[in-house]
């Protein structure tokens, strides 16, 4: 979601949500972190950049309780993004 604040310039939220699965099996999940913060987005002509600061809202890792806390273990505690792409 983005709201566009002057031209070219957007402003609006991100979420994330990573897991890691032993095995490839789903039924087998070792972790997963939830992640929801700013975006900061710009384009002009055929290129684009968007920078994300997304801090962890949730996370678990294998052998601890699911209480909701954080996984600290596989995961960053805040995680700053910047994205660069250009349209071929």
């Not at 095995?23 to 997963?32: L, S």
């Not at 710009?42 to 600061?53: E, I, Q």
């Not at 273990?73 to 660069?84: A, D, F, M, V, Y």
Request: proline letters at 2%; hydrophobic letters at 40%; charged letters at 20%.
């Amino acid at each position: 979601m983005t709201y566009r604040f002057v031209s070219n310039w957007f402003l609006g939220l991100e979420t994330r949500y990573a897991t890691e699965l032993a095995d490839a099996n789903i039924h087998n999940q070792e972790d997963w972190v939830f992640s929801f913060g700013p975006a900061l987005h710009y384009a002009a002509g055929r290129w684009w950049a968007t920078l994300t600061w997304l801090p962890q809202v949730a996370g678990w890792h294998a052998g601890e309780s699911r209480s909701g806390s954080l996984d600290l273990n596989g995961h960053e505690r805040q995680e700053i993004r910047l994205k660069i792409g250009y349209d071929f």
